[in-house]
Protein backbone atom coordinates (compact mmCIF):
# COMPACT_ATOMS: atom_id res chain seq x y z
CA UNK A 1 0.00 0.00 0.00
CA UNK A 2 1.43 3.55 -0.88
CA UNK A 3 -0.50 6.46 -0.15
CA UNK A 4 1.15 9.89 -2.04
CA UNK A 5 0.21 12.66 -0.91
CA UNK A 6 1.06 16.78 -2.87
CA UNK A 7 -0.80 20.16 -3.97
CA UNK A 8 1.23 21.46 -0.73
CA UNK A 9 2.80 25.26 -1.23
CA UNK A 10 2.87 28.65 -0.07
CA UNK A 11 -0.28 30.75 -0.47
CA UNK A 12 -1.27 34.04 1.27
CA UNK A 13 -4.10 33.61 4.07
CA UNK A 14 -7.84 33.80 2.29
CA UNK A 15 -6.31 31.70 -0.35
CA UNK A 16 -7.23 28.34 -1.56
CA UNK A 17 -5.03 25.18 -2.02
CA UNK A 18 -6.28 21.37 -3.25
CA UNK A 19 -4.10 18.87 -2.27
CA UNK A 20 -4.38 15.16 -3.49
CA UNK A 21 -3.78 11.88 -2.33
CA UNK A 22 -3.22 9.00 -4.65
CA UNK A 23 -3.43 5.62 -3.12
CA UNK A 24 -2.04 2.24 -4.71
CA UNK A 25 -2.46 -1.20 -3.50
CA UNK A 26 -5.98 -0.62 -1.77
CA UNK A 27 -9.22 0.48 -3.18
CA UNK A 28 -10.39 3.86 -1.70
CA UNK A 29 -14.10 3.25 -1.97
CA UNK A 30 -13.65 0.43 0.64
CA UNK A 31 -11.94 1.90 3.18
CA UNK A 32 -11.67 5.01 5.75
CA UNK A 33 -9.66 7.95 3.84
CA UNK A 34 -8.34 10.72 6.36
CA UNK A 35 -6.41 14.08 6.19
CA UNK A 36 -4.05 14.90 9.31
CA UNK A 37 -1.79 17.54 10.06
CA UNK A 38 1.14 18.42 12.10
CA UNK A 39 2.65 21.66 12.88
CA UNK A 40 5.98 22.92 13.68
CA UNK A 41 6.78 21.62 17.49
CA UNK A 42 2.95 19.99 17.48
CA UNK A 43 1.47 17.13 17.82
CA UNK A 44 -0.55 15.47 14.84
CA UNK A 45 -3.49 16.66 14.73
CA UNK A 46 -7.04 15.48 12.92
CA UNK A 47 -8.39 17.20 10.01
CA UNK A 48 -11.11 15.51 8.31
CA UNK A 49 -12.59 11.74 7.22
CA UNK A 50 -14.04 10.98 4.55
CA UNK A 51 -16.19 6.96 5.03
CA UNK A 52 -16.21 4.09 2.58
CA UNK A 53 -19.38 4.70 1.65
CA UNK A 54 -18.90 8.23 0.62
CA UNK A 55 -21.69 9.53 3.06
CA UNK A 56 -19.96 9.84 6.55
CA UNK A 57 -17.79 13.12 6.75
CA UNK A 58 -16.16 14.25 9.99
CA UNK A 59 -14.25 17.19 10.42
CA UNK A 60 -12.34 19.09 13.01
CA UNK A 61 -13.92 22.00 14.32
CA UNK A 62 -10.90 24.24 13.20
CA UNK A 63 -11.18 23.54 9.85
CA UNK A 64 -15.28 22.71 9.53
CA UNK A 65 -16.57 25.16 7.19
CA UNK A 66 -13.29 26.04 5.32
CA UNK A 67 -12.46 22.65 4.31
CA UNK A 68 -14.10 19.72 2.05
CA UNK A 69 -13.10 16.29 1.89
CA UNK A 70 -13.76 13.86 -0.85
CA UNK A 71 -12.75 11.12 -3.44
CA UNK A 72 -12.73 10.56 -7.02
CA UNK A 73 -12.75 6.60 -6.84
CA UNK A 74 -11.80 6.28 -10.61
CA UNK A 75 -8.86 8.42 -10.03
CA UNK A 76 -8.27 6.35 -6.53
CA UNK A 77 -7.60 9.71 -5.29
CA UNK A 78 -9.09 11.43 -2.39
CA UNK A 79 -8.57 15.15 -2.12
CA UNK A 80 -8.53 17.94 0.39
CA UNK A 81 -10.16 21.07 -0.79
CA UNK A 82 -9.06 23.98 1.59
CA UNK A 83 -10.80 27.15 1.33
CA UNK A 84 -10.25 30.82 3.41
CA UNK A 85 -6.82 29.65 4.91
CA UNK A 86 -5.51 31.01 7.92
CA UNK A 87 -1.80 31.32 8.63
CA UNK A 88 -2.91 28.47 11.67
CA UNK A 89 -3.31 26.11 8.77
CA UNK A 90 0.31 25.88 8.61
CA UNK A 91 1.60 22.11 8.74
CA UNK A 92 2.44 19.38 7.14
CA UNK A 93 -0.51 17.37 6.06
CA UNK A 94 -0.62 14.16 5.49
CA UNK A 95 -3.35 11.31 4.36
CA UNK A 96 -4.20 8.13 6.00
CA UNK A 97 -6.16 5.14 5.36
CA UNK A 98 -8.07 2.79 7.77
CA UNK A 99 -10.73 0.27 8.32
CA UNK A 100 -12.16 2.51 10.96
CA UNK A 101 -13.53 6.17 10.71
CA UNK A 102 -12.34 7.56 13.36
CA UNK A 103 -10.34 11.30 14.42
CA UNK A 104 -7.25 9.13 16.54
CA UNK A 105 -4.37 8.49 14.35
CA UNK A 106 -3.31 4.92 15.59
CA UNK A 107 -6.27 3.79 14.13
CA UNK A 108 -5.08 4.47 10.36
CA UNK A 109 -2.51 1.42 8.63
CA UNK A 110 -1.42 3.67 6.27
CA UNK A 111 0.09 6.97 5.73
CA UNK A 112 1.37 9.35 2.95
CA UNK A 113 4.70 11.33 3.13
CA UNK A 114 2.96 14.51 3.59
CA UNK A 115 2.90 17.58 1.80
CA UNK A 116 3.57 20.29 3.35
CA UNK A 117 1.24 23.94 3.66
CA UNK A 118 2.37 27.33 4.84
CA UNK A 119 0.00 29.94 4.99
CA UNK A 120 1.37 33.32 5.10
CA UNK A 121 -0.33 36.81 6.90
Known amino acids: VQLQASGGGLVQAGNSLRLSCFAS????????MSWFRQAPGKEREFVAFLNWNDVSRYYADSVNGRFTIFRDNAKNTVYLQMDSLKPEDTAVYYC???????????????WGQGTLVTVSS
Open 96 to 110: AAGRVASTQSVRYDS
Open 25 to 32: GLTISKIT
